[in-house]
């Protein structure tokens, strides 16, 4: 953490200075040209910001009414000159500046050039500082003298104003262009700003929240671990693909009732993992149904934090992964991506351990499943890559128990194949390394990193292929606490819920 800060300090020399823990810290955000970097002239009282175009947040620092003010400039949103990766950077680099986090953000708007369009500011600070940074953040209006008394009015109580302003709880201030602001302005300014941050308890914004958040998703995870350690069952089965091809109604076919919630919908019905055991001829099963990937209703990051948790849920490790795909669909692209994820987030050891099922055997038209996968080049390939293991399900007849025995006896011909191990823990984290790794390799492109990494919450990115931070302490607690086999699970899993918080 030191390091980080070490090295962005030194990266960004010209704004040198480190608050002081006592400063009041004011970040200034808003469109680009709204007059940020004049308003924060005007409330310093000097020429500390050059007032035109700038593109890197900057730090100043004075002494106003008695007290000590930190502000930092940043580009503004809308910024032609800037790519959206850029100015996330500049963010970045502006938080870091007011570490340990700036009291308050203030959100310049300017009354002369104002424009409906730029109303969405709103969901641009959501996007950078997440929804918490909205509870910090207070409006300030620049330009009065410009309008009159009654086209002020006239704005402040307009809807769209009205609409704006309730995302900042009403915290809102108004105040000259700096060439007519007194300072009388800037004394009931900086005081409405001491008024809101009492509000506020005295806090300053940080992402400790997310690191909250992030401690609480590792205990879940350890917990889910070690009681699924304590109910292992013998035989341990993962549903994997997209929404709508048949993960749930497969797993009812194969406990033989309906456990798992099915339906038609482009959005998945099922929307976390689910775990379900059971005896079938005579074996101890535990069936794991997973959301659809690539399913539009939830965020890539919740969705996959959500499928890894199927890896501990079948601690200590799944014996199989049935590839659940649909014999009445192309392979499209969409299916490939679902592959190609999979590949990637488990590994490519994982086809070792994959099972290919197709549903919707009711509409194989008279062909054999062979014949259909003969057709398609890729969907041949695909199946060769998983040891040429396939099967049909028709879950349209779950009567037809003859499908099921059949499914369980290529299962247990794969685990003999495989020298009867499962897929293990170890291997997924290693998969998640890989994946950590290139995502790191990205990232150090880029200056800004997270607003976690930066302000310190959860974990660090310290090195090549290293991730050091609470996680890790919390992984070694459990292996003192739950035995190494917990562990490797717990930790395993740690490594997904970072992956999936996006590190
Ligand atoms: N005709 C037919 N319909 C099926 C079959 N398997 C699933 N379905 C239907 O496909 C839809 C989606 O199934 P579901 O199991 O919810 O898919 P999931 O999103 O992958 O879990 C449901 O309406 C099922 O009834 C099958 O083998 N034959
Ligand atoms: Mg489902």
Redesign the pocket.
């Known amino acids: 953490m030191e390091d980080i800060h070490r090295k962005l300090a030194n990266e960004h020399s010209e704004s040198d200075e480190t608050p002081d823990s006592q400063d009041l810290r004011i970040v200034l955000l808003g469109v680009c040209g709204a007059g940020k970097s004049a308003t924060a002239n005007a409330i310093l009282g000097r020429e500390a910001f050059k007032e035109s175009g700038t593109r890197e947040s900057e730090m100043q620092r004075g002494r106003v009414e008695d007290r000590n003010i930190s502000i930092i400039d940043t580009p503004g949103f809308f910024n032609t000159q800037l790519t959206d990766e850029e100015l996330q950077e500049q963010m970045m680099k502006s938080l870091h500046l007011s570490r340990p986090g700036p009291h308050m953000f203030l959100l310049v708007i300017n009354l002369e050039t104002f424009r409906e369009e730029q109303r969405n500011i709103k969901e641009q600070i959501q996007k950078v500082f997440g929804a918490r940074a909205m509870k910090f953040t207070t409006v300030l209006f620049i330009g009065r003298e410009k309008v009159s008394r009654r086209e002020w009015v006239e704005f402040i109580e307009s809807e769209n104003i009205a609409e704006l302003l309730n995302y900042f709880e009403r915290r809102f201030h108004v105040i000259n262009s700096k060439n007519e602001c007194d300072p009388y302005q800037i004394t009931m300014l900086l005081k409405s700003i001491d008024e809101m941050v009492k509000n506020n308890g005295g806090q300053n914004y940080s992402n400790e929240k997310e690191a909250a958040d992030q401690k609480q998703m590792e205990r879940l995870i350890q917990e889910i671990a070690r009681e699924s350690l304590h109910t292992k069952a013998d035989l341990r089965i993962v549903l994997l693909?997209k929404?709508?091809?048949?993960?749930?109604?497969?797993g009812n076919t194969i406990i033989d009732n309906f456990v798992?919630k099915?339906?038609?919908s482009s959005k998945?019905?099922?929307n976390q993992c689910q775990k379900h055991l059971t005896t079938v001829e005579g074996r101890n099963i535990s069936v794991i149904?997973t959301p659809?990937l690539f399913d539009t209703s939830m965020s890539k990051e919740n969705l996959k934090a959500e499928i890894v948790k199927c890896v501990y849920m079948s601690a200590p490790g799944p014996h199989v992964f049935l590839l659940?795909m649909r014999l009445d669909m192309r392979y499209t692209n969409e299916e490939k991506d679902t592959v190609k994820w999979i590949q990637e987030n488990f590994g490519e050891e994982a086809s070792r351990y994959t099972i290919i099922l197709f549903?919707?055997?009711?509409?194989l038209k008279g062909k054999t499943l062979d014949d259909y996968i003969s057709e398609n080049n890729d969907l041949k390939a695909l199946v060769n890559m998983c040891g040429d293991r396939s099967h049909l399900?028709?879950?349209?007849d779950m009567k037809k128990h003859s499908q099921v025995t059949e499914l369980l006896e290529k299962i247990e011909k794969m685990v003999k194949e495989n020298g009867g191990q499962h897929y293990t823990n170890e291997m997924y984290r290693k998969a998640q390394e890989k994946i950590e790794w290139e995502a790191q390799k990205q990232r150090a492109k880029r200056y800004g990193r997270t607003a976690l990494e930066v302000i310190g919450g959860g974990a660090v990115v310290v090195g090549a292929g290293t991730v050091v931070g609470g996680a890790g302490a919390v992984a070694a607690a459990a292996a003192a606490a739950a035995g190494r086999a917990a562990t490797t699970v717990a930790a395993a899993v740690i490594g997904a819920a970072k992956a999936g918080l996006k590190l």
Do not use: C, P
């Open positions: 693909g929404t709508g091809t048949g993960k749930s109604s497969a798992f099915t339906g038609m998945s019905i099922t149904d659809g659940v549903t919707r055997g009711d509409q399900f028709n879950n349209e």
